[in-house]
């Protein structure tokens, strides 16, 4: 992420009233100055800034700039003393440290004995110089942090590895035999995408205890195909070119035999697959089979694309009764007849 880059300024501030009559209340404070943007100030407490502290100096160094109670800005800073021969003494550093909020501060409650202090030659009437480096750390400009690209894998394998896992059947706990053919498949795995299966194959009922399994009413490729798309969530390449490139009859029968396995199992992303299909394939010849098959799985948004076909014209209504009469007797399709006033009897 690169280095927080120092912002940094010094600054001496002298420290009067060595002796106070009141320990702890009397503060001095240098002179204010700025680093990094901000505003400081050394406060400086002669008889400690607590009863504890009596009997030592008290250094704070506090942050006073912005009057913002949430800044936050972080620092490294060293403080020193300084005598009339500007010699100093070894620097006592402190930091990192986060300064948050106007008037807060950092600092050592007993930064020098002061009995100590006053037999050398830093104090020099009645006066301690002490000088003050403040860095203040600011993250690094975007600029200037390398850009690295990691050569990332795919974002999800989960799909092919499980679709491997159906295809070797490694670990398989259940067989589904429909007509001739047989299924290996994983409880689990169909339990998390069905909750057709969870209750099939993890509750009271007896296929719960069951090995294998047997599946009436539909199509040996459609189950496989159903167990493909759970797994994969795509379906085999044949059935997937049908389903989504082809036009016509055995396109349209193709994603209603997938429609209703889909709905027999709760497979919602499948079944929302084969209702956006079936509409955009809709003509006079299919539009009844398609009703219908809406109707039996009691899906309402199919049911009134059929409806809309229907009555989208007279011509369109005349050629669908003439072939399917029976389709008026639907109260779904009456209502929007009796709305333009064109309710036909027949």
């Not at 100030?41 to 009997?55: R, S």
């Not at 539009?287 to 076909?309: G, M, P, Q």
Request: include cysteine.
């Amino acid at each position: 992420m690169g280095t927080p880059a120092p912002t940094t300024s010094s600054c001496p501030s002298c420290c009067s009233a060595l002796v106070s009559e009141h320990p702890s209340e009397t503060a001095s404070r240098g002179r204010p100055f700025s680093a990094g943007g901000h505003e400081w100030v050394l406060k400086c407490f002669p008889d400690g800034d607590t009863p504890a502290n009596a009997d030592f100096i008290s250094l704070f160094l506090v942050l006073q700039s912005g009057g913002v109670k949430t800044l936050s800005v972080r620092v490294v800073f060293a403080l020193v003393l300084v005598d009339n021969l500007g010699q100093s003494s070894p620097p006592l550093r402190c930091g990192p440290v986060t300064f948050k909020g106007q008037d807060s501060r950092w600092g050592k409650g007993r930064f020098i004995n002061r009995a100590k202090l006053e037999d050398t030659s830093y104090v020099a009437g009645d006066c301690l110089i002490i000088q003050c480096t403040v860095s203040v750390l600011q993250p690094p400009h975007s600029e200037d942090v390398p850009k690295i690209r990691l050569a990332l894998p795919p974002s999800c394998e989960l799909h092919r590895h499980l679709g491997q896992l159906l295809d070797g059947g490694e670990g398989a706990d259940v067989t589904f035999q429909v007509g001739d053919e047989f299924f290996p498949a994983h409880r689990c795995v169909l339990a998390a995408r069905s909750p057709v299966f969870r209750a099939e194959l993890f509750g009271p009922m007896e296929e719960a205890h069951m090995q294998l399994i047997q599946i009436e009413d539909v199509e040996p490729a459609v189950f496989g195909a159903l167990l493909r798309f759970i797994y994969t969530e795509s379906l085999p390449p044949p059935m997937l070119e049908e389903l989504v490139d082809a036009n016509g009859p055995a396109s349209i029968a193709t994603a209603r035999r997938l429609f209703a396995a889909a709905d027999r199992y709760d497979v919602e992303r499948l079944k929302s697959i084969c209702e956006d299909k079936l509409p955009r394939d809709m003509d006079v010849d299919n539009v009844a089979l398609i009703f219908e098959l809406a109707d039996r799985h009691h899906c309402s948004s199919l049911k009134e694309a059929c409806v809309k076909f229907i009555t989208a014209s007279p011509e369109t209504l005349f050629a669908v009764v003439k072939l399917h009469g029976w389709i008026l007797q639907d109260d779904l399709v009456q209502k929007p007849l009796k709305k333009k006033k064109k309710l036909i009897k027949f």
